[in-house]
């Protein structure tokens, strides 16, 4: 029976047991609208807040802070969205790094043809940006910074805390989407300075179509959803109650298990990248060698395509996901890889291997095994490629 391991938890994250048994009665007993004033809707409503509690305890927050949203996504949009439609009148313009993720980019490049400014700015060879570099683009017409914490793709994570200093000393709002971060390692809203901040369920061992966005208290944000008074009145919508009750389950085991879960991910990750690295020449780490989430494993391979790579490891079992665009549909190569200085050559070459709870030594001695006899099987059908 071929083995099958799953090294793409940066992408999803299977459901938690303890989760999965935690939604079921919301599938069947507890079916109220928690908008209701009798016993059923009453119910469902409790429980809604012991969620909120639990994702504001996991991040440092108070539960009012906390919003219930569809995703990261509209988590991303709404923060952004909601501040410039809020701030208008005191400025138009935004800073973001050239490395987000594209339910930023693509908000900022929407706000760009409505008017506002954004200022892209660049991150050096590990994906790092410097907060001097902050400090310079901040203008008197800045509303909004907005940086993730830690890239999907390469595993850098930024210096958020020492951003958050100066954009809070300048009296700019800042964002952030945490959602590689949040359950991963350490996650809290004061020490990091943040206004705004975004979270996935499913990046966590929750559901997949529920998130979260942090808004600290006082914040000056414009709706974005009409049409009810759910969430405070800040977003309408009968809420996701299977979804939200996954969240904060999920929250309550990565608050429980943290310590653990950063100590298995990592020694799990660095015996996957010292292995590649010793096993397979012309081969480079992509990401913060030590400022790095501690499942994140992307490299880049010379003479090969990353896809072919992509097909040949699930052949053998092994799920995980390319530095290279090519399976979205797009000829480009990630817009990540580029910005760190990659050529487009090196960057199609690329392979993200995440790893997760589920995970063992076992795995990571199975790719080590079947990963260096792939990679010269695909070399040697390369022209460029010369022992």
């Known amino acids: 029976?071929?083995?099958?391991?799953?090294?793409?938890?940066?992408?999803?994250?299977?459901?938690?047991?303890?989760?999965?048994?935690?939604?079921?009665?919301?599938?069947?007993?507890?079916?109220?609208?928690?908008?209701?004033?009798?016993?059923?809707?009453?119910?469902?409503?409790?429980?809604?807040?012991?969620?909120?509690?639990?994702?504001?305890?996991?991040v440092g927050a108070k539960p009012e802070e906390i919003i219930f949203t569809s995703g990261a996504t509209e988590s991303d949009n709404w923060a952004i969205f909601g501040i410039a439609k809020a701030n208008e009148k005191k400025g138009n313009h935004i800073i973001t790094s050239n490395i987000e993720h594209h339910a930023v980019g693509d908000a900022c490049e929407m706000l760009e043809k409505m008017g506002f400014e954004v200022t892209?700015?660049?991150?050096?060879?590990?994906?790092?940006?410097?907060?001097?570099?902050?400090?310079?683009?901040?203008?008197?017409?800045?509303?909004?910074?907005?940086?993730?914490?830690?890239?999907?793709?390469?595993?850098?994570?930024?210096?958020?805390?020492?951003?958050?200093?100066?954009?809070?000393?300048?009296?700019?709002?800042?964002?952030?989407?945490?959602?590689?971060?949040?359950?991963?390692?350490?996650?809290?809203?004061?020490?990091?300075?943040v206004d705004l901040m975004s979270i996935s369920a499913h990046k966590m061992y929750g559901l997949k179509g529920v998130g979260a966005l942090y808004v600290r208290k006082g914040t000056k944000l414009g709706k974005f959803i009409y049409g009810g008074a759910q969430e405070r009145r800040k977003r309408s919508g009968t809420e996701n109650i299977v979804g939200i009750i996954s969240l904060g389950k999920a929250a309550e085991i990565a608050q429980r298990e943290l310590e653990q879960r950063m100590a298995h991910n990592t020694k799990l990750r660095d015996?996957?990248?010292?292995?590649?690295?010793?096993?397979?020449p012309h081969v480079r780490l992509n990401g913060d060698r030590e400022k790095r989430l501690p499942n994140n494993v992307n490299m880049s391979f010379q003479y090969v395509e990353g896809e072919s790579l992509l097909l040949n490891l699930d052949l053998k079992g092994i799920a995980a996901s390319s530095g290279s665009a090519c399976t979205s549909g797009s000829l480009d190569p990630s817009h990540v890889l580029l910005a760190i200085g990659l050529s487009h050559e090196i960057a199609h070459g690329s392979l993200r291997m995440t790893v997760g709870s589920d995970n063992t030594e076992a795995d990571i001695d199975y790719v080590l095994e079947v990963l260096p006899e792939i990679m010269d099987r695909l070399r040697a059908m390369s022209p460029l490629y010369n022992k």
């Open 271 to 280: 015996k996957l990248i010292n292995g590649i690295l010793e096993k397979i």
């Open 120 to 193: 892209y700015l660049p991150v050096d060879e590990n994906g790092l940006l410097h907060p001097e570099q902050v400090e310079a683009a901040i203008t008197e017409k800045t509303i909004l910074v907005t940086i993730m914490h830690g890239n999907n793709e390469i595993g850098t994570i930024q210096p958020i805390k020492e951003i958050g200093e100066i954009v809070k000393a300048k009296g700019v709002y800042f964002h952030t989407d945490a959602v590689q971060t949040t359950g991963q390692i350490p996650v809290n809203v004061n020490e990091l300075k």
């Open 1 to 58: 029976m071929l083995k099958r391991i799953y090294l793409d938890h940066a992408a999803t994250t299977p459901v938690h047991p303890e989760v999965r048994e935690a939604v079921l009665p919301f599938m069947g007993e507890y079916f109220g609208n928690p908008s209701s004033v009798h016993s059923f809707g009453r119910e469902v409503k409790k429980a809604i807040e012991e969620a909120r509690e639990k994702v504001a305890s996991l």
